[in-house]
């Protein structure tokens, strides 16, 4: 089991930078799928940035150039770094893992960029 504690976000201006985290409960050096995902009100949940079983990573092209994933296994935590923050941005995020193939989700943070 994984329990994963998310911690940062709030709010910011347009052009603004926030850090998230997730925290995990065990050690991540196996978890491979391990992402960030977000939903805004009335949309659906949709991939922000993750990395992959291969060790790479993946954007959604909204965000490419201005977030950055990152890891530090011996914290078992991941980041998000965002930066140039758009008002599109606003939503809740939420860390994900998956292990042994079971999926686990943060409690989600709230992001909102005012214009």
């Known amino acids: 089991q994984v329990q994963l504690v998310q911690s940062g976000g709030g709010l910011v201006q347009a052009g603004g930078s926030l850090r998230l985290s997730c925290a995990a409960s065990?050690?991540?050096?196996?978890?491979?799928?391990m992402g960030w995902y977000r939903q805004a009100p009335g949309k659906q949940r949709e991939l922000v940035a993750a990395f992959t079983s291969g060790g790479s990573t993946n954007y959604a092209d909204s965000v490419k150039g201005r977030f950055t994933i990152s890891r530090d296994n011996a914290k078992n935590t991941v980041y998000l770094q965002m930066n140039n923050l758009k008002p599109e941005d606003t939503a809740v995020y939420y860390c994900r893992a998956v292990y042994l193939r079971i999926e686990y989700w943060g409690q989600g943070t709230q992001v909102t960029v005012s214009s």
């Open positions: 065990r050690s991540i050096f196996n978890i491979n799928a």
